[in-house]
């Protein structure tokens, strides 16, 4: 990129907030009288319940043993601040970030949560009502939205980086928190020239610590790409111009090449909100974007059937340059619209709401493939050494009753075909499990929590990653519950 490349795109980020959802004004809000109607007949909402306090709790009772060498803090991050002043947010992703914190030590575990001192959260706080109508919620007198972390509610994931945790969006900055106490330090910038610049919510870390991420300047269609060492400092950025506006949530590394991929998707200007403006276009490939990772070069572009997702496991590349990569795929955005009903209390099944893991074939000739391994499945996750190596088996959470709401979790081996699966049951709303790699040798532990609605309370439980059917190891139990979230990392002391 040259001088007066870097300029242009600065004057596009500048003007971002005009992109972004403008502020509305509507008196409907009944939404909030439909969820607390049918939280009284369905219990499992309260996964979604407007969720104002942080707690904290010594001690939690134990069920099983964890290994008495198993130390560090398990982190997630999730929106949890969905009210205020007799107001519900409508889209799930409008909720305000709150980091849970479950500290394992000696075989016993603690736990905290705090929410992310955004700016948006401190000035809502002040003043204890929403300023911004992010998804037409019915606010008299909404504030502009001046920029995007003016927005910014960091509450999609969260991540070790050097001696800080980092509370992840995806249009704006990371913030950074400190890992005991949970105190929000503030939002991190890379570089005095992208400051506010979209941090998107999962970076990749190569085998030797070097972060990847990648942010979408909806407005230019611009993808810069982020290159940090292990503390998070910024080592080389770069820009990837395309013509895509929409929502990208996700992306994927090699060891060469960058991927950008880019889902079946268009903006409709009219829709009132972020997640209103997401429209799926049949008629439009997903297509993947493979950038050099020395020169942020765009090498090839790759088209699939149209469809949508959010997340990847993993991608890497074989040694004739043969790319694969694999991904929790939808034939359709209904998903995204069905946490806006969950929000209004309907839990309507959606068919087209089931995903498929999917491993992605680009061959060196430029022919693809595509090949479905199960269904139901989302949060894909991998041994993290092997990010951009080949990976034998992908973890995600299940539904095995195609309820829509996720029971299990499971390990596939892509190449066999085979399934390791533990089922928690019917009580449980399961989340996103996370592996840690063992350090003496091989295999991992599989760590996550889930929601039991009838005790209403959360539990974290830690597996035997190479034998998930034998059930936890161990099992932690909350003295009350936490909202479901949505991402979670895990710091070794
Ligand atoms: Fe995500």
Redesign the pocket.
């Known amino acids: 990129m040259n001088r007066r490349e870097f300029i242009q795109f600065l004057a596009v980020l500048g003007i971002t907030a005009s992109h972004l959802p403008t502020a509305l004004l509507a008196s409907n809000t009944t939404w909030k009288q439909k969820y607390d109607s049918a939280l009284k007949n369905d219990p499992r909402l309260i996964g979604h319940q407007n969720y104002a306090q942080e707690r904290q709790a010594e001690s939690l009772v134990i069920e099983g043993e964890f290994p008495k060498d198993f130390s560090g803090t398990f982190y997630r991050n999730g929106p949890a601040l969905l009210e205020r002043n007799g107001i519900r947010q409508k889209h799930l992703f409008d909720g305000d970030g709150m980091i849970h914190a479950f500290k394992f030590e000696n075989g016993t575990v603690s736990f905290k949560n705090k929410f992310v001192q955004t700016q948006k959260f401190q000035k809502e706080q002040e003043v204890g009502r929403f300023l911004y109508d992010l998804s037409d919620i019915g606010l008299k007198n909404p504030e502009p939205v001046s920029s995007a972390d003016a927005i910014n509610n960091a509450n999609?994931?969260i991540l070790p980086v050097g001696d800080e945790i980092w509370a992840l969006w995806e249009a704006g900055s990371a913030y950074a928190m400190h890992p005991k106490t949970l105190e929000t330090k503030g939002a991190v910038t890379l570089n005095a020239q992208l400051k506010g610049a979209p941090f998107s919510?999962?970076p990749k870390i190569d085998a030797d610590g070097t972060i990847w991420n990648f942010g979408l300047d909806y407005a230019s269609g611009q993808i810069i790409i982020y290159k940090l060492n292990p503390k998070g400092i910024m080592q080389k950025f770069g820009l990837v111009k395309t013509d895509y506006h929409a929502m990208l949530?996700?992306f994927l590394i090699t060891d060469k090449h960058i991927l950008l991929v880019l889902p079946s998707l268009t903006v409709n200007p009219k829709g009132k909100g972020f997640a209103a403006q997401q429209q799926f276009d049949k008629n439009r490939s997903m297509r993947v974007l493979v950038v050099d990772k020395n020169d942020f070069s765009l090498k090839a572009t790759h088209e699939f059937p149209a469809c949508f997702l959010?997340?990847f496991g993993n991608a890497w590349e074989e040694k004739d340059g043969t790319i694969r990569f694999d991904g929790c795929r939808y034939p359709n955005l209904e998903v995204l619209h069905r946490m806006e009903n969950i929000m209004q209390g309907d839990t309507s099944l959606m068919k087209d709401t089931i995903s498929q893991t999917v491993i992605f074939t680009i061959y060196p000739d430029g022919k693809t493939k595509q090949e479905s391994f199960a269904d139901s499945t989302e949060?894909p996750r991998i041994y993290p050494s092997l990010t951009g190596k080949r990976n034998e088996k992908v973890f995600t959470i299940g539904d095995t009753k195609n309820a829509q709401w996720a029971d299990s979790i499971r390990s596939m081996n892509i190449d066999t075909g085979k399934i390791d699966q533990y089922v928690y049951g019917e009580d449980y709303l399961v989340e996103e499990h996370v592996l840690i790699e063992k350090t003496k040798q091989k295999g991992g532990y599989l760590i996550g929590t889930a929601l039991n609605w009838k005790k209403q309370q959360t539990c974290v439980s830690l597996f035997d990653a190479e034998n998930i059917k034998a059930g936890p190891l161990a099992r932690a139990w909350l003295p009350f519950h936490i909202p479901l979230g949505?991402?979670g990392n895990f710091k070794m002391v």
């Open positions: 999609t994931n919510a999962h949530h996700d959010f997340h949060f949505f991402h």
